[in-house]
């Protein structure tokens, strides 16, 4: 057996082994739990294969709210949720979760979608706003959850803010204004 299969890594690259320790030490890391700075040293295992050690009743390092973003890909269909229309308020067991996860950062609109997201459309009231194109199915979708609900929805569970640019059917002048609303 060659020296690569017997530590691990198959022919199609890393072992199942090695990606679950690799998997548990990120899990680790986005929980804060981290690993031990120690553990940086470059110490390995027996020939010479790294070891990843996880602590869990230490923290060695602050996860920071940057760390705990998450996209934000759906802003039609009230944002899958995210929105209760009828109140015309973030959705609380929605926005409870989110708090209760510790999300830090909610990006808008995100994802494939956000580059054929038409941002005038989707501000003012909502009888007046005009609809967009989704971009996997080019089907076109609503724009009840704008800007102005995606605000609401960052003050509701204390996560920042992170707007998309739509470069791909924008012009410069008009990803400015985005920027300035």
């Keep these: ?44 295992g ?59 950062m909610i990006r808008y609109p995100g994802g494939t979608s956000s580059n054929l997201f038409n941002w005038k459309g989707a501000i003012g009231p909502q009888a007046d706003r005009t609809r967009q194109v989704e971009a996997q199915e080019g089907a076109p979708v609503d724009s009840r959850f704008g800007p102005d609900e995606y605000m609401a929805f960052m003050r509701e569970v204390g996560a920042t803010p992170e707007i998309m640019a739509p470069f791909a059917g924008s012009t410069p002048d008009e990803i400015a204004d985005w920027w300035r609303i």
């Design 1 to 44: 057996m060659s020296e690569i299969r017997r530590h691990g890594i198959g022919r199609h690259g890393i072992g199942r082994r090695h990606f679950l320790y690799g998997a548990a030490a990120v899990a680790a890391g986005v929980t804060g739990t981290g690993c031990t700075p120690d553990d940086l040293t470059g110490s390995s």
């Design 46 to 104: 027996r020939g010479g294969v790294p070891v990843v050690a996880v602590d869990a009743q230490r923290r060695s390092f602050k996860v920071g709210p940057f760390m705990t973003g998450v996209n934000g890909a759906k802003w039609y269909d009230d944002a899958y949720g995210m929105w209760d229309p009828k109140p015309n308020r973030p959705a609380p067991g929605i926005a409870g979760k989110i708090k209760k996860a510790g999300i830090g």
